[in-house]
């Protein structure tokens, strides 16, 4: 059997086993109290339901948009129901499970990557919060994304790359505000990796530029 094949097999035996797991809470874990947040994020999620969009003063300013987006999608789809955003929570944390697996497989080895992928599987903090109303799942999605683009990034030294994990950024940034400024310590990374010049520049400003757009709309909502 090819190595490939059986890397193929690994990932998918690490979403099924993640998935399993979290589904597995979901059914028998005391569905968690709706606290603040949750209850802001399921107010504004009705509010886009209802076609008030963005534009609504009540949407709250102090809070990303994506998460609510994400969660009336969920019960636009799926049905008004708090029990289908937090089935599909649970495949998008089971999708962590394998963006964990890449990237360490890229930084470290496959040993590695297994360990990581599996202690993440098994986490209870992170399973636990799939069955919450809480944008920490999403947010580890878009974060463990942008982990394996900069690595592909950096390696590549490809302009393309960079604008992919200019755009995740936005999209984690915009489920929470906590990586706003990863912008302003990526520089230091390149330096210390040795990587000066034209291309790096040129990378970096793709990076930033791609990471402004997404961020750009719901900056200028917010300050008119």
Request: proline letters at 5%; charged letters at 10%; one cysteine or more.
């Given at each position: 059997?090819?190595?490939?094949?059986?890397?193929?097999?690994?990932?998918?035996?690490?979403?099924?086993?993640?998935?399993?797991?979290?589904?597995?809470?979901?059914?028998?874990?005391?569905?968690?109290?709706?606290?603040?947040?949750?209850?802001?994020?399921?107010?504004?999620?009705?509010?886009?339901?209802?076609?008030?969009?963005?534009?609504?003063?009540?949407?709250?300013?102090?809070?990303?948009?994506?998460?609510?987006?994400?969660?009336?999608?969920?019960?636009?789809?799926?049905?008004?129901?708090?029990?289908?955003?937090?089935?599909?929570?649970?495949?998008v944390d089971s999708l962590t499970v394998v963006l964990i697996y890449f990237a360490m497989k890229e930084i470290f080895d496959i040993e590695t990557a297994l360990l990581s992928a599996g202690i993440f599987s098994l986490y209870?903090?992170?399973?636990?919060?799939?069955?919450s109303i809480a944008s920490e799942p999403l947010f580890t999605f878009f974060l463990s994304g942008v982990v394996l683009s900069i690595v592909y990034a950096v390696r590549s030294t490809k302009v393309s790359h960079y604008c992919?994990?200019?755009?995740?950024?936005?999209?984690?940034?915009?489920?929470?505000?906590?990586?706003?400024?990863?912008?302003?310590?990526?520089?230091?990374?390149?330096?210390?990796?040795?990587?000066?010049?034209?291309?790096?520049?040129?990378?970096?400003?793709?990076?930033?530029?791609?990471?402004?757009?997404?961020?750009?709309?719901?900056?200028?909502?917010?300050?008119?």
């Amino acid at each position: 059997m090819s190595s490939k094949r059986v890397q193929e097999k690994l990932i998918a035996f690490l979403f099924v086993f993640s998935l399993l797991v979290r589904l597995l809470i979901l059914v028998t874990v005391p569905t968690p109290a709706l606290d603040d947040s949750a209850q802001i994020y399921l107010r504004a999620a009705h509010l886009l339901m209802d076609g008030k969009g963005f534009s609504d003063p009540s949407f709250p300013v102090y809070n990303p948009p994506l998460y609510p987006v994400f969660i009336a999608m969920c019960l636009s789809l799926l049905g008004d129901n708090q029990v289908s955003v937090k089935i599909v929570q649970a495949v998008v944390d089971s999708l962590t499970v394998v963006l964990i697996y890449f990237a360490m497989k890229e930084i470290f080895d496959i040993e590695t990557a297994l360990l990581s992928a599996g202690i993440f599987s098994l986490y209870p903090f992170s399973a636990y919060l799939t069955i919450s109303i809480a944008s920490e799942p999403l947010f580890t999605f878009f974060l463990s994304g942008v982990v394996l683009s900069i690595v592909y990034a950096v390696r590549s030294t490809k302009v393309s790359h960079y604008c992919v994990t200019g755009i995740l950024l936005g999209f984690a940034t915009l489920t929470r505000g906590t990586t706003q400024f990863v912008p302003l310590m990526y520089p230091v990374m390149l330096i210390l990796l040795g990587r000066r010049g034209r291309d790096s520049i040129i990378c970096y400003a793709a990076f930033c530029l791609t990471f402004v757009l997404v961020i750009l709309p719901w900056t200028v909502r917010n300050y008119v």
